[in-house]
């Protein structure tokens, strides 16, 4: 297997600036995903939202989903289920308004120290756009300005917990689908294994790695970019053992942003270079919301019309 780009950001700041920068870009143009350390969110914060978010689900939801299962007849199944998850759910929103009061079961520690996640994962994501633009010959900004719409951009936690599953190969985590928003920073168990890319023909392992934050790119950045940079499939295969726990945060255009290739990365070449389409930000999630599980081209393609 290729080695799983693995990215030290403390190195942006000495001389290892540009194999870094290097890195970065190459893991844009032939993953769409990779690992960060020493992304400067502390580790007693990763340790303190683990240990709240895993005791959150065995008080408050994993009695659900076991009654979920039964009511379904899931530890049964004796054929491939294609229309649901083996996973347990919650949504934050954070921007453009929080949602945080509105979430039943949350208790007032976690609801802070959740809030206080989002505003480091922001950050960092903002900072991830500017080192995009850097690569891409972009002005500094511009990413953060094509997500803004009228409102700012659109920012949401997807906390999920993965409980082991009788039947992992019949039931998907999650099943295959590429991201449709923005830039997506994860923190994932770093015990309990499940997240896999497909890259050439096969599904390759994304490492848990201790107090790391994953990066994919999502639909929106392969459309500002005119395709140099893919979003891509991943799922997450259901374990037999363990409960894997996933933060998924996502730093997505504002609903009324419009998104199209940059101009730059279009003009080298003729007009007809621009291979993506001009839409709203809200029309492609409409149409998403349906497709989310089928292939990316056609979604492109429908925005066209």
């Known amino acids: 297997m290729e080695n799983f780009p693995v990215i030290d950001l403390s190195k942006l700041d000495g001389e290892e600036r540009k ?4 890195k970065i870009e190459d893991a844009c143009e032939n993953w769409g995903f990779f690992e960060l350390v020493n992304h400067g969110i502390s580790h007693d914060l990763l340790d303190t939202v683990e240990r709240h978010t895993k005791e959150h689900y065995r008080k408050c939801m994993e009695q659900r989903f ?24 919650f949504f934050l929103r954070h921007l453009p308004d929080s949602n945080m009061a509105e979430i039943p079961d949350l208790e007032e520690d976690y609801r802070k120290l959740m809030k206080e996640f989002a505003l480091e994962l ?6 991830l756009l500017d080192l995009l633009c850097e690569n891409l010959g972009l002005e500094k900004g511009y990413l953060k300005r094509a997500f803004y719409g009228s409102k700012g951009p659109n920012f949401g936690t997807k906390v999920s917990n993965y409980p082991p599953c009788p039947k992992p190969d019949l039931i998907k985590g999650l099943r295959a ?3 449709a928003g923005g830039i997506i920073l994860l923190f994932q168990d770093d015990k309990v294994s499940g997240l896999q890319l497909f890259k050439d023909g096969q599904w390759i392992d994304v490492p848990p790695m201790k107090h790391s934050i994953v990066i994919n790119l999502g639909d929106q950045l392969e459309v500002i970019t005119n395709g140099k940079y893919k979003s891509v499939l991943h799922r997450v295969i259901a374990q037999k053992a363990g409960t894997r726990m996933s933060i998924a945060s996502f730093y997505n255009p504002g609903s009324d942003a419009v998104i199209y290739p940059a101009p730059e990365l279009v003009e080298k070449e003729a007009e007809e270079s621009q291979i993506y389409p001009k839409f709203v930000f809200e029309d492609y999630m409409k149409l998403y919301a349906g497709l989310k599980f089928q292939a990316k081209e056609p979604r492109f393609e429908a925005m066209k019309a």
């Open 19 to 22: 194999p870094t920068m290097e």
């Open 177 to 179: 689908h590429t991201d």
């Open 122 to 127: 922001e950050k960092l994501a903002e900072q």
């Open 66 to 89: 076991k009654e979920m299962v039964a009511s379904k007849g899931l530890e049964a199944v004796q054929s491939e289920i294609s229309d649901l998850d083996w996973e347990s759910t």
